[in-house]
Every structure is written in structure tokens, then in C-alpha cells.
């Protein structure tokens, strides 16, 4: 159930990604550090919006990983503690 949800959250979200690709068409100039690019207002949003979820992904896994790791250390002392008692 959960797998259909996120499914359709995504699909949701990629249909408005295409809407809003198809009403932002004009071109834009962007400036790196070290170039400057003439680049469609859709590419744009797509390139920054792809960025921010990479971005939330590794967070968000950084910060399971930190959770998980908490969970056992406190499962390992309190199995110490045990075998002690």
C-alpha cells in the first residue's frame, strides 16, 4: 500500500513538472562561477529540482543510518546488561 501511494505522489508530481515545463519555455541567462549559459526556464527548474531531491535522499539516508546505528548501540548495551545481571 505504501509502494502504490508513493507511486502516485510521484506520477502526481511529474505530471505538474511537465505542466509547468510546458508553460516555462523562455530563455534564461545563468551564471556559474566560471561560465555563463543561455538555458530554457523548464531545463532549469528540472536541473535544480533533480539537485534537491538528490540532495534530500542523502540527508535523509545519512540521518536513517544515524538512527539505526543509535537503535543497535542502545540494544547492545542493554544486551550487556543483561549477561551481566
Known amino acids: 500500500m ?11 508530481v511529474f505530471i505538474i513538472a ?8 523562455q530563455l534564461v541567462s545563468v551564471n556559474y562561477l566560471i561560465a555563463q549559459s543561455e538555458l530554457r526556464l523548464s531545463s532549469l527548474m ?3 529540482f533533480f539537485f534537491g531531491v538528490i ?3 542523502v540527508f535523509s539516508t545519512l ?6 546505528w543509535k ?5 547492545h548495551k542493554t544486551s550487556h546488561a543483561d549477561k551481566d545481571s
Do not use: E, F, P, W
Open 71 to 75: 537503535a543497535l548501540r542502545q540494544s
Open 63 to 68: 540521518l536513517a543510518m544515524r538512527s539505526k
Open 2 to 12: 505504501k509502494a502504490i501511494l508513493t507511486l502516485l505522489i510521484a506520477v502526481m
Open 18 to 25: 511537465l505542466a509547468l515545463g510546458a508553460q516555462n519555455d
Open 46 to 48: 528540472a536541473v535544480c
Open 55 to 57: 540532495v534530500m535522499a
